[in-house]
């Protein structure tokens, strides 16, 4: 995948206006930044061959530039936005002062002609993703995402990269994106009947057999939950939302649900020529259920010399929590019926709830629980959390995560310590329409 750096170059570092963010992984050389400019406007998005529909670009493409940060290298973007609306742009994962976290709690929206710019220090490597955080029923929808990067001064390489940013669009008969379904997708959130990767449908990528390659996988749907396979063939998973897992896992396949990134090994495969299926298996979510369904292809190309290494240990994450955990706080995810509105999706029985305070420092055991029939995939804005236990069970391998799939009539119990980084901060369910219609919550982080 090519890498559209807009305006890179070393500069003088302006002193960061907002709190710093300890745990630097890498020291910058003295004065770097990692400069970026982007711009929102509304774009011919071809879909595949002549095919092009009429959404929202950045930099005049879909998705947008990847952005390709250093771990501990102030970043920073100058965002102007050209569409017929306000918007304002999330940096997904990363873990941002509050006041760079891209919603309308922390600034104003940007409205169509203004300039916004967002400056940071990415404090964690790993594969994030930025993308609109207002009106994103819609402005998702049309495009407004891409891909974020972040590496470490010494990064895994394998013998090649690719980042891929899977979502799916609904095209009506007019080939134009379809209007929102009403009530219907407000409660189902909307799936599309076109699946894309990297904003193309049903791709054909290639590998060279007998080589192994790092993919970077976000999942950029409003609503739909992946459930990846590669022609069944096994590949190991490597990363997840904050970047490596501690060891490789085998698998063949994994779910990716709205907003979630994995990481994976692929390859190395031995017959030349072969062509894999990159499919999305079914998966059961509530009432829909969907069969099988590609992505894209992969195709297998003359053999190449390989030199990667997957190491058998790749990192080490300390448990936040060793022995019995005191839960703190509970986060009821429910629904619930409205006369004005039919219904709402809701955090402990109120839309948009306010929840309390945390403090910095302060070890946040919380049990996330869905009272509902359909998963919801919870994210946490600005904080990684780790996973403790579904439904009492210990989960497969230990990570760091901002995007959690929490299964019907189930519990997720997750641990966090929110750092030096006060301020408004949030949590919602990831599909988008789910957010919109009322289940997230506002919180503080005070000293
Ligand atoms: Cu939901």
Not at 134 to 142: C, G, I, S
Not at 219 to 238: D, V
Not at 418 to 423: K, M, N, T, V
């Amino acid at each position: 995948m090519t890498n559209h750096r807009m305006d890179c170059m070393k500069a003088t570092a302006n002193p960061m206006e907002s709190t710093p963010i300890t745990n630097y992984g890498a020291s910058p050389e003295p004065g770097e930044v990692i400069r970026y400019r982007l711009e929102a406007g509304e774009v011919d998005w071809e879909i595949a061959p002549g095919r092009t529909v009429r959404g929202y670009g950045l930099n005049g493409q879909v998705p947008g530039p990847v952005l390709d940060a250093k771990q501990g290298v102030p970043l920073e973007i100058e965002f102007t936005n050209r569409l017929p609306e306000p918007t304002v742009i999330h940096w997904h994962g990363v873990r941002v002062p509050a006041a760079m976290d891209g919603t309308e709690v922390v600034q104003r929206l940007v409205h169509p002609g203004e300039t916004f710019t967002y400056r940071f220090i990415p404090p964690d490597a790993g594969t994030f993703w930025y993308h609109s955080h207002a009106n994103e029923t819609e402005q998702m929808e049309k495009g407004l995402y891409g891909a974020l990067i972040v590496r470490a001064a010494n990064e895994l390489t394998l013998d090649a990269e690719k980042i891929l940013v899977f979502d799916d669009l609904r095209v009506d008969k007019s080939g134009q994106i379809a209007k929102f379904g009403g009530l219907m997708d407000r409660h189902n959130g909307r799936e599309g009947n076109v699946r894309l990767i990297n904003g193309t449908s049903e791709p054909e990528l290639s590998i060279a057999a007998g080589q192994i390659e790092r993919w970077r996988i976000v999942n950029a749907s409003s609503a739909r939950y992946i459930r990846l396979s590669l022609g069944g063939r096994p590949f190991q998973i490597i990363g997840t939302d904050g970047g490596l897992i501690e060891a490789p896992v085998t698998v063949e396949e994994v779910l990716l649900p709205p907003a979630d990134r994995v990481e994976i090994a692929v390859g190395p495969f031995e017959n030349e020529g072969a062509v894999l299926g990159i499919d999305d298996l079914p998966y059961h979510r509530m009432a829909r259920k969907k069969n099988a369904e590609r992505f894209g292809t992969i195709r297998v190309t003359p053999r190449k010399v390989s030199t990667a290494l997957v190491p058998a240990r790749l990192r080490e994450i300390e448990p936040l929590v060793t022995d019995a955990a005191t839960v703190r706080r509970t986060v009821k995810l429910g629904f619930k019926m409205s006369l004005r509105r039919g219904f709402d999706f809701v955090v402990n029985g109120e839309r948009h709830h306010h929840d309390q305070q945390v403090k910095v420092g302060e070890l946040q055991v919380w049990d996330v629980v869905n009272t509902t029939m359909m998963d919801h995939p919870f994210h946490l804005h600005g904080f990684f959390f780790q996973v403790l236990e579904i439904d009492g069970k210990k989960p497969v391998w230990r990570s760091v995560e901002d995007v959690i799939n929490v299964p019907p009539k189930s519990t997720v119990r997750i641990a966090w310590v929110p750092d030096d980084r006060p301020g408004m901060w949030m949590y919602h369910c990831h599909i988008v329409e789910h957010h919109a219609a009322g289940m997230m919550a506002h919180f503080e982080v005070v000293r």
